[in-house]
């Protein structure tokens, strides 16, 4: 048995079985409390039956404990590993989707997501993502009044700001560096989704926040899929506003400035 790098009061381990398999374990850590493990078992599941998306299978998952295959790894995010996540997402995003939201909530990190099935985009992002997460913010003490002001003013207005997407895409929802394993030079497995349907800007404009995937992704991305005129001039910044807010309330006031730089560039 070894250790299993994993966050938000879990502990991780990785166990190998007597015919050499190894299994990746995740448990609540005694006395913390949280989301529970099973909903994330659901995620990983949704995207293993709905997609080719490469996942960890899940082999059982209760609401303290989660197991699942160990995806070993040998290296990090380099231009061929972008191409390659590039046609996988785009492969994602490509399948057409009944409706927004979706049949469940879902959880982004430990943080409830709420996915009532909807037939707009754009009023469903102002509601149950930038607004939901902004509210929830400000209530714990997070967001300061001026700040959320200045969201719900650009929540009044945000039909001048997004677009409609084609149809409903399924979203891994938490398309960040540590959640993408590589091996070989090519990305062996999406971890710890936060699924639901959605515009495929959101994923992407996520995907870029903290450097994640660059030029060769999107090269990739786009050989597949188009992106529409304004996405990284003025969109890709709005959506970030959403993890932006999730990280006010899992790691505090340090990304409070990137949420008011964001305002002031959109106008708000």
Same mark, same amino acid.
């Given at each position: ?22 299994? #990746?374990?995740? %448990?609540?850590?005694? /006395?913390?409390?949280?989301? @529970? $493990? ?5 995620? !990983?599941? &949704? ?86 997460? #902004?509210?929830? %913010?400000?209530?714990? /003490?997070?967001?300061?009044? @001026? $700040? ?5 003013? !650009?929540? &009044? ?112």
């Amino acid at each position: 048995m070894g250790p299993l790098s994993v966050g938000f009061g879990l502990e991780g381990a990785v166990v190998t079985l007597a015919d050499g398999r190894q299994l #990746a374990v995740k %448990a609540r850590a005694r /006395g913390a409390c949280g989301s @529970s $493990l099973t909903l994330e078992a659901y995620m !990983l599941g &949704e995207l293993e039956r709905l997609s080719d998306l490469p996942v960890p299978h899940v082999h059982y998952a209760n609401d303290d404990l989660l197991v699942m295959d160990y995806i070993a790894t040998d290296g990090g995010i380099t231009r061929s590993v972008e191409r390659h996540a590039g046609a996988l997402i785009a492969g994602l995003h490509a399948a057409k989707r009944a409706r927004f939201g979706y049949a469940r909530d879902t959880l982004i990190g430990p943080l409830h997501q709420p996915n009532p099935e909807s037939d707009r985009w754009v009023p469903f992002f102002r509601d149950y993502r930038l607004l939901h997460m #902004a509210r929830a %913010a400000h209530d714990e /003490g997070l967001l300061p009044a @001026s $700040l959320l002001a200045r969201i719900v003013h !650009l929540a &009044e207005r945000i039909e001048q700001h997004l677009i409609e997407p084609e149809h409903p895409s399924l979203l891994h929802g938490d398309l960040w560096t540590g959640n993408v394993l590589v091996r070989g030079g090519k990305v062996a497995a999406f971890v710890d989704p936060a699924i639901y349907c959605g515009h495929p800007e959101i994923e992407l404009a996520f995907a870029t926040l903290f450097g994640t995937f660059g030029a060769d992704f999107f090269a990739s991305y786009q050989e597949r899929l188009k992106l529409q005129p304004g996405f990284f001039e003025e969109r890709r910044d709005i959506y970030n506003l959403y993890p932006r807010l999730v990280h006010v309330r899992l790691f505090g006031s340090g990304y409070l400035a990137g949420i008011a730089a964001t305002l002031r560039k959109v106008g708000h």
